[in-house]
């Protein structure tokens, strides 16, 4: 097995492992709610800058006189943020910007998937429509994907296909080139 460590972050670990474990966080968190949501974003803010609030230090679970020695120094947390406006999500994105402190972001949202069979069906309707149409489809999965990104451009994304009747569990895909549309979007909004 090739060794990797020199590609390693902190302590031999990868550097897109904290991406990963963030979104699979989000993922957890958001989930808790059910199905049915409405898209969700998230600031992914250093827990040591949050740590430095007493306010923010007693959520963390850090009380007013937590160490911040005893954080990760490349840790993340997650902090939604208020609900997103109506409108087509990449030009919501697009109007979003975010001050220094804020190395990342992630967005949680329901989608449709559907076989590749399926796409002669939706060529040639408009947006509206070909939703309904994937909204009715026999064949489609829904599912629940969450991509963050940071500003140096790593990205991690995992998808939690809903179970179909029956079938009890849900499948759960990672990989950082999962929706790459949705990476892009997300990473317009750290360009000034």
């Known amino acids: 097995m090739p060794d990797d460590s020199s590609a390693a972050g902190p302590a031999g670990r990868r550097?897109?492992?904290?991406?990963?474990?963030v979104a699979a966080e989000i993922e957890a968190y958001v989930g808790q709610a059910g199905w049915d949501l409405a898209p969700a974003l998230f600031a992914l803010v250093p827990t040591r800058v949050l740590a430095a609030d007493p306010a923010a230090a007693a959520l963390l679970g850090q009380g007013a006189a937590g160490d911040p020695g005893e954080i990760s120094a490349d840790s993340l947390t997650p902090v939604a943020q208020e609900e997103l406006p109506d409108g087509p999500l990449d030009e919501v994105l697009a109007r979003i910007g975010w001050p220094e402190e804020v190395l990342g972001c992630a967005l949680s949202q329901e989608i449709v998937l559907l076989p590749p069979s399926a796409e002669p069906?939706?060529?040639?309707?408009?947006?509206?429509?070909?939703?309904?149409?994937?909204?009715?489809?026999?064949d489609r999965r829904e599912a629940r994907l969450v991509v963050a990104v940071l500003r140096d451009g790593r990205s991690a994304s995992i998808l939690r296909l809903r179970s179909t009747a029956g079938t009890g569990e849900d499948d759960l895909l990672t990989g950082p080139d999962l929706a790459p549309n949705l990476v892009a979007a997300l990473s317009v909004t750290f360009t000034d």
């Open 15 to 21: 550097p897109d492992l904290l991406l990963e474990t």
């Open 121 to 138: 069906d939706l060529t040639d309707l408009a947006s509206e429509a070909a939703a309904s149409v994937a909204l009715e489809h026999p």
